[in-house]
């Protein structure tokens, strides 16, 4: 199994905009659930948001209403569209697929997770 590959990282003001896109290999895409989660320095990984195979989402308290993720079947890539980004949201970001949902809950695949991109939030 190939390991999915994020980018879209970088240096952003407060307040401004960001979108990550994480490329995922294999035939099975339309049918996965897939994640994001992030790890700011010196912390635990932490989940962002994910999104069932259906389209369904669920997100975390701390980026609801400013995130979006969505995923493009036709390029199987997922995205994460960050908006008013605060400096609390640096991190590195990664992407997770082939995860599961479970009481309205993603849980990740230990085995599919990408490189990570940086995203520093500067003010």
């Known amino acids: 199994q190939v390991q999915p590959v994020e980018s879209g990282g970088g240096l952003v003001q407060v307040g401004g905009s960001l979108r990550l896109s994480c490329a995922v290999s294999?035939?099975?895409?339309?049918?996965?659930?897939m994640g994001w989660y992030r790890q700011p320095s010196g912390a635990q990984r932490e989940f962002v948001a994910g999104i069932h195979f259906s389209g369904g989402t669920k997100y975390a308290e701390s980026v609801k209403g400013r995130f979006t993720i969505s995923r493009d079947g036709a390029k199987n890539t997922m995205y994460l569209q960050m908006n008013s980004l605060k400096e609390e949201d640096s991190a590195v970001y990664y992407c997770n697929t082939r995860g599961t949902f479970n009481s309205g809950r993603y849980f990740p695949n230990l085995r599919s997770w990408g490189q990570g991109t940086q995203v520093t939030v500067s003010s």
């Open positions: 294999g035939s099975d895409f339309s049918r996965i659930a």
